[in-house]
C-alpha cells in the first residue's frame, strides 16, 4: 500500500519535465491543426480527441513510452485530423466518416419514428422547443438533429415566414 503514495525524486522530475513538454507540443499542434480539433464537430474529432488525451496520459505517466514516441504518436493523430479536415470536402468521405443531421420536425408535424432513430425522447424535444423561445408550435419551421448531437430549432414569430430549402438540404427527412 505504501507504494502508492512514494517515488523518486528523478520520476517526479521525468513526470514534471514531460508533462512541461508534451503540454507545449499539444498547444503547438492545436494551433496548427486549428480549433476544430477540440470543437464539438463530430464523431471523428471526438475520437481525436480521447486519442489525444490517452498519449498524452502515457507519455507523461508511463516510463515505457518517451517523450520522442508520445510526440511522434501526438503528430500522426493530427496529421490524421488534418487529412480528415481536407478529406471532408468530398462528399464520400464526409457520409463515412460523419452522421448525417435529421429532421425531428417538419413544421408542426413531430417526426416521430426520425425521434426514435435519433433516441431523442419527445420530452427532450419540447425541452428544446421552450429553450428556443417557442410559444406555439404554429412558430416551428423545422427541428434538425445535427451532426455533432445539438438540435437545432428553426423558427419565427411571423406565421407567414417560409423556410429556405437551402438550410435543409443535407438533412435526411
Not at 480539433?37 to 474529432?45: A, E, N, Q, Y
Not at 505517466?61 to 485530423?81: H, K, M, P, R
Request: aromatic share 8%.
Amino acid at each position: 500500500m505504501e507504494e502508492y503514495f512514494t517515488t523518486t525524486t528523478t520520476t517526479a522530475i521525468a513526470i514534471i519535465l514531460t508533462a512541461i513538454c508534451t503540454y507545449v507540443v499539444l498547444i503547438t499542434f492545436t494551433r496548427i491543426a486549428g480549433k476544430r480539433s477540440f470543437s464539438k464537430m463530430s464523431s471523428f474529432d471526438f475520437a481525436m480527441t480521447v486519442a489525444v488525451g490517452s498519449l498524452l496520459a502515457t507519455t507523461i505517466l508511463s516510463s515505457s513510452v518517451s517523450l520522442l514516441e508520445g510526440v511522434i504518436g501526438l503528430a500522426i493523430v493530427y496529421l490524421l485530423q488534418i487529412s480528415a479536415a481536407m478529406l471532408r470536402r468530398f462528399k464520400w468521405f464526409k457520409e463515412l466518416i460523419d452522421n448525417t443531421p435529421l429532421l425531428l420536425m417538419d413544421g408542426t408535424e413531430i417526426l416521430y419514428e426520425n425521434l426514435r432513430k435519433a433516441r431523442v425522447a419527445e420530452g427532450d424535444l419540447r425541452s428544446k422547443l421552450r429553450e428556443a423561445n417557442v410559444i406555439e408550435l404554429k412558430e416551428v419551421r423545422a427541428v434538425v438533429f445535427e451532426t455533432t448531437g445539438d438540435i437545432s430549432v428553426l423558427h419565427t414569430d411571423n406565421v407567414d415566414d417560409k423556410l429556405n430549402d437551402w438550410l435543409l438540404k443535407d438533412v435526411k427527412r
